[in-house]
């Protein structure tokens, strides 16, 4: 079916995730078809897209001899958390870099960073180039003590991380021919561009006829078509020399970061209630939420119309909604808690 043989992947997670259709979004979403592929069920420490990526590049650095994965991300990142919960099952060590001053109630992935045993360095900045500058660091002085470290990139986006979501899209396939159709749009959240990538790989090497389209959650359009071009050119010279995406085919729906990246509007934040109240799936502001927002905005805009099938993609991200609650409380529930 598909001549491509992908390497190794270690089995973590919970595949295949189920597909669900939200039969009482309809009438929010004007008839259009809404189907979620529940990537947040993946695990509970490994829930969400990271997992996917990981199983691949964690193979891959069992093979290399790897002890140490050293990582960055916000002081909520999912992504590090993932990669702590991955080391803490395969018995490598996890340092994590994460941009934040540790201030506040220690919850959601931080909390989680630590029970899993990380090695936490928590750097108050935003700048990811500082954030990088510090995992060289750390990555010196492990090898100087005499272990064998790997940077993973923000987001674990990579060509190997890239083969998660391509892989993915061979998981889809039966789960597509089961339902009777193809999807008209597959529609994710991008805050590094690796998932997107990996669909795009996907789609080439399964022939899937339909759009690939990410919501980016923080900064723009180009930056998108930038980083998925980089991760594309470098699957190129990984793993398939003649894989023809490239930056044409990239589909961004910029527009939606709203107040900032891991900020809520109250727009964004009701909607995620509605979501929730009228549905049961419960979806985190600074990925899924606003990304499933920007889709209904969409929707109104005509951008979708009536009978258009799509399926987005439930990347996770739960344990970042938990540092919202005082959020919550103070602009939306009301005085509930
Ligand atoms: C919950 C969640 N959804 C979506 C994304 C975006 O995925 P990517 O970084 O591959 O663009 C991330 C991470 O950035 C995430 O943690």
Redesign the pocket.
């Known amino acids: 079916m598909c001549a491509f043989e992908f390497p190794k992947r270690i089995p973590l997670s919970q595949l295949p995730t189920p597909i669900e259709k939200l039969e009482r979004l309809a009438p929010l979403f004007n008839g259009v078809e809404i189907y979620i592929k529940r990537d947040d069920l993946t695990g509970i420490d490994l829930s969400?897209?990271?997992i996917r990526k990981l199983e691949f590049i964690a193979a891959k650095a069992l093979q290399q001899g790897i002890d140490t994965l050293i990582t960055a991300g916000g002081q909520q990142s999912?992504?590090a958390r993932a990669t702590a919960a991955v080391a803490a099952r395969l018995g490598l060590r996890a340092h994590l870099v994460l941009g934040g001053d540790g201030k506040g109630a220690l919850t959601g992935n931080l909390l989680l960073d630590y029970l899993l045993g990380a090695e936490v360095t928590l750097v108050p900045t935003e700048d990811l180039d500082a954030l990088t500058t510090v995992m060289q660091e750390l990555a010196n002085e492990y090898r100087k003590k005499g272990h064998q470290p790997e940077i993973l990139p923000m987001?674990a986006?990579n060509a190997t991380g890239a083969l998660g979501y391509a892989h993915a899209i061979a998981e889809m396939l039966p789960q597509f021919e089961g339902l009777g159709f193809i999807p008209d749009y597959i529609v994710?959240?991008?805050?590094?561009?690796?998932?997107?990538a990996g669909l795009m790989i996907g789609k080439e090497l399964f022939k899937l006829p339909c759009e690939i389209i990410s919501i980016n959650v923080r900064m723009d359009a180009p930056y998108f078509v930038r980083e998925i071009s980089r991760v594309l050119d470098e699957f190129r010279n990984l793993y398939l020399s003649d894989l023809q995406a490239c930056a044409q085919d990239i589909h961004i729906v910029d527009g939606y970061v709203g107040t900032g990246y891991a900020q809520s509007t109250l727009d964004e934040l009701r909607f995620i209630h509605n979501v929730a109240r009228t549905t049961g799936l419960v979806l985190?502001p600074v990925?899924?939420g606003k990304a499933f927002y920007a889709l209904w905005r969409e929707t109104q805009n005509g951008r979708f119309q009536k009978g258009n099938r799509i399926l987005f993609i439930h990347?996770?991200?739960i344990y970042?909604l938990f540092p919202f609650g005082d959020q919550y409380a103070r602009e939306v529930l009301g005085s509930k808690p």
């Open positions: 969400g897209n990271k999912n992504h987001g986006s994710a959240a991008a805050g590094s561009g690796g998932t997107h985190d990925y899924t990347t996770g991200g970042g």
